[in-house]
């Protein structure tokens, strides 16, 4: 599961609930990023999901129902890989951007997943591998749960998160000009789950290079790091 958020309004605020189960994760932060990294059996931890000092952030939600066409076959480009580039700042989101609109690209063998990503001026992209991917320069505001933006509510899955992507659609569209961590904060408490349990919830002032979180849904535990 998962929600991502990015919202431009006074400033640019990115917000990001990890749901996570039966994974071992840990939260990294460092002067250049805060990352959420996800323990794998072959390649030991693994910087998927957080924010970077150059203003960049990575979400990754699952896509439900899972859709054959992600799995790789023939050349393309591992999507895992593409986050964790733009994460740790090998690749910029505008050169992610053309790989996606130009080359195949693909999940892990029987998981869908998508990547939720943003950059400093508050453009966002979204890549639903196998599917296509979508472009947004500097949007009001943009959300991404675990369905695909191509099918809507076409297809039917119990973790698909239409009920969260239309929560925080009424949120947000309703939401002040002022809209700050907090407001952020309020968004991700509104969306958070517990079958599959939100275990980060985190929250990037792009503008202040400012990242916030707390984990397992403790809202008055929340942890700060500012990124040089």
């Not at 693994?46 to 150059?54: E, M, S």
């Not at 733009?86 to 063998?109: D, H, M, V, Y």
């Not at 309703?174 to 517990?194: H, I, S, Y």
């Amino acid at each position: 599961m998962c929600t991502s958020i990015v919202v431009n309004k006074q400033k640019t605020i990115v917000g990001w609930n990890l749901d996570l189960l039966d994974m071992e994760y840990r939260v990294r932060p460092a002067g250049d990023g805060v990352y959420i990294e996800i323990n794998d059996a072959k390649e030991g931890w693994l910087p998927l999901f957080g924010a970077n000092a150059r203003g960049d952030f990575v979400g990754m939600p699952t896509c439900w129902p899972f859709d054959a066409r992600s799995n790789p076959e023939g050349e393309g480009e591992n999507i895992l890989l593409l986050d964790i580039d733009l994460l740790l700042r090998k690749k910029t989101l505008q050169e992610i951007r053309k790989i996606a609109s130009g080359r195949n690209i693909f999940s892990l063998p029987g998981v869908t997943f998508m990547s939720a990503l943003s950059d400093a001026e508050g453009n966002v992209l979204h890549i639903i591998p196998g599917q296509g991917s979508l472009y947004y320069e500097k949007p009001e505001y943009k959300i991404l749960t675990n369905f695909s933006p191509f099918k809507q509510d076409s297809e039917k899955h119990p973790w698909m998160g239409w009920d969260r992507y239309n929560k925080a659609d009424e949120m947000l569209r309703n939401a002040p000009d002022d809209f700050d961590v907090k407001d952020c904060f309020d968004v991700l408490r509104a969306v958070a789950q517990e079958v599959c349990p939100t275990v980060v919830s985190m929250v990037f002032d792009v503008q202040e290079r400012m990242v916030y979180w707390c984990e397992n849904r403790k809202w008055d535990q929340v942890n700060q790091n500012k990124l040089n």
